[in-house]
């Protein structure tokens, strides 16, 4: 059984910062991208962040620069550290394992894990 499971979602102040995790279980890490997307209320579902198998990173341009992906395939587990939060950053972020080693392809998702960025 395949389980994405995130955590360190919360309520932070403009300009602050989050990190979170999604550990996985039940698929082979290291092969599957892996990466986050987020879903604001009446907006679509959209990548914010994804690495390939190899580390290779890429974002869009609303998370360049102020988003870090990372992975640890030894702990199978994929991190979001979000500097400089706004609050329309505010959204549920899920973790995903891409098939094909793309991001853009999700196999698995995560519950989700609500960031609310709010002063």
């Known amino acids: 059984q395949v389980q994405l499971v995130e955590s360190g979602g919360g309520l932070v102040q403009p300009g602050g910062s989050l990190r979170l995790s999604c550990a996985a279980s039940?698929?082979?890490?290291?092969?599957?991208?892996m990466g986050w997307y987020r879903q604001a209320p009446g907006k679509q579902r959209e990548l914010v962040a994804g690495i390939t198998r190899g580390g290779s990173t890429n974002y869009p341009d609303t998370a360049k620069g102020r988003f870090t992906v990372s992975r640890d395939n030894a702990k199978n587990t994929v991190y979001l550290q979000m500097n400089n939060l706004k609050p329309e950053d505010t959204a549920v972020y899920y973790c995903?394992?891409?098939?094909?080693?793309?991001?853009?392809?999700?196999?698995?998702w995560g519950q989700g894990t609500q960031v609310t960025v709010s002063s």
């Open positions: 039940g698929i082979i890490f290291s092969i599957y991208a």
């Open positions: 995903i394992a891409g098939a094909y080693n793309s991001v853009a392809v999700p196999a698995y």
